[in-house]
């Protein structure tokens, strides 16, 4: 079946410039992750959507970040006046359930990434 | 952050086993060891998780200490596609009963022909 899939694959933008990038993840998967990766780093967490809960925004590194799920599926992460710092690979993971304290274990399943680069 | 300790590269042999190694001295007794691998150019793929027993799949088989502070990703027979980076992870908690894995840098894994 369909993996999780991701768009832009690649984005060029001008400092200062808005980005937005979609994941589409696996059809079912209530759990959505976004990530990101700078160049030679660990992943390092953003964004956590669960079901119809509100979102864990912990991980987002300003306010120029934000993210929506709609219908429980798809989710478009937006950058608001992009900084060159923002340069890096952003990465989408769907699980089928939480990744909880009890019940079957749930994999994440990734996404290919969009790469941005700030320019 | 949950912290786990990997070196940051080995380097193997085709066809010869690879043993990558863990430290996760801060464990909790219900935190899983959880492994992915991460091939170039491509988002994290699952490779294997366990608690306490030693655990074997059709990736690999992971190993883990008595004391749960350190763990070991067995592959058997290293081939040219394994070579990647692997991400030993401990889950962190979210809000509520919620929880994120936290990737480190993990180790590069160079195989060679």
């Known amino acids: 079946g369909a993996g999780v899939s991701q768009s832009p694959s690649n984005k060029v933008t001008e400092k200062g410039k808005d980005v937005e990038l979609r994941c589409d993840p696996i059809?079912?998967?209530?759990?959505l992750y976004w990530y990101r990766q700078s160049l030679g780093q660990g992943l390092e967490f953003l964004i956590y959507f669960q079901g119809n809960s509100a979102p864990d925004k912990s991980g987002l590194p300003s306010d120029r970040f934000s993210a929506e799920r709609t219908g429980g599926s798809v989710s478009t992460l937006t950058i608001q006046r992009t900084q060159q710092e923002d340069s890096a690979v952003y990465l989408c993971a769907s699980s089928l359930s939480p990744l909880g304290e009890v019940g079957p274990y749930n994999e994440q399943f990734f996404g290919p990434g969009t790469r941005l680069t700030v320019l | 952050d949950a912290k786990t300790t990997q070196p940051n590269s080995m380097e193997s042999n085709e066809e010869e086993p690879v043993h990558l190694p863990c430290n996760h001295s801060?464990?909790?007794?219900?935190?899983?060891i959880h492994w992915y691998r991460q091939l170039p150019s491509q988002g994290p793929e699952y490779v294997i998780h366990?608690?306490?027993s030693n655990v074997n799949n059709r990736m690999a088989s992971l190993a883990i200490a008595e004391d749960r502070k350190s763990s070991t990703l067995i592959l058997h027979r290293a081939t040219l596609r394994d070579a990647a980076v692997y991400y030993c992870?401990?889950?962190?908690?979210?809000?509520?009963?919620?929880?994120?894995?936290?990737f480190g840098k993990g180790t590069l894994l160079t195989v060679n022909p």
């Open positions: 992870i401990l889950r962190d908690r979210l809000r509520g009963s919620n929880y994120k894995l936290t």
């Open positions: 059809s079912g998967h209530t759990a």
């Open positions: 801060t464990i909790s007794g219900t935190d899983y």
């Open positions: 366990g608690l306490t």
